[in-house]
């Protein structure tokens, strides 16, 4: 590695991922970056609702009679806090934790700034799009020179290569 003090290895620091430059264009995300992302984050937001789900059928008397119980409801509150804060990561970072893991952000096409908390919830909910024409938005990056969902042409945003971290 060229940077740093290389008679101090721990103080080193990593380079820093290039600045939107307008004009140039930075390397779009392919698809299979995207839906590694998302199922990651799909994991970390649902997987603590089924998890204390499975406590809570495991604690009952009778599996097949069971109703969810506390943990269950408790499971459902983490999710629905889990998403908010992975939206608001998105929003305010451009990354939530999946983003982050393999190494892609969203920016808004015009500038490549941040979306903003209520820009990044509009995306989620604009991901309907996606979904309704027989999940054909979902897959639309695939060939798309702007490698875009419909949620991201109706937003305005696109997803970008970052180094890892």
């Given amino acids: 590695m060229s940077f740093g003090d290389p008679n101090h ?48 059928l495991a604690k009952a008397a009778d599996p097949e009679t069971a109703e969810p119980g506390v943990f269950f409801t408790v499971g459902v509150l983490v999710t629905i806090a889990m998403g908010f804060f992975q939206i608001f990561q998105e929003g305010s970072t451009g990354q939530s934790i999946g983003k982050k893991v393999v190494g892609i952000s969203l920016r808004r096409e015009a500038d490549g700034g941040t979306l903003g908390f ?42 970008v290569r970052t180094p890892k971290g």
Avoid: N, S
Avoid at 138 to 152: G, I, M, V
């Fill in 9 to 56: 290895p721990y103080t080193q620091q990593p380079p820093q991922a290039a600045p939107y430059i307008p004009g140039r264009a930075p390397e779009l995300a392919h698809w299979g970056l995207r839906v590694g992302a998302d199922l990651l984050d799909m994991l970390i937001v649902i997987g603590p609702m089924y998890a204390l789900g499975f406590v809570d």
């Fill in 118 to 159: 209520g820009m990044a919830f509009v995306r989620k909910l604009a991901h309907v799009l996606d979904t309704l024409p027989c999940y054909v938005g979902w897959f639309w990056p695939l060939w798309d020179e702007k490698r875009q969902t419909f949620a991201d042409k109706v937003c305005g945003t696109v997803v």
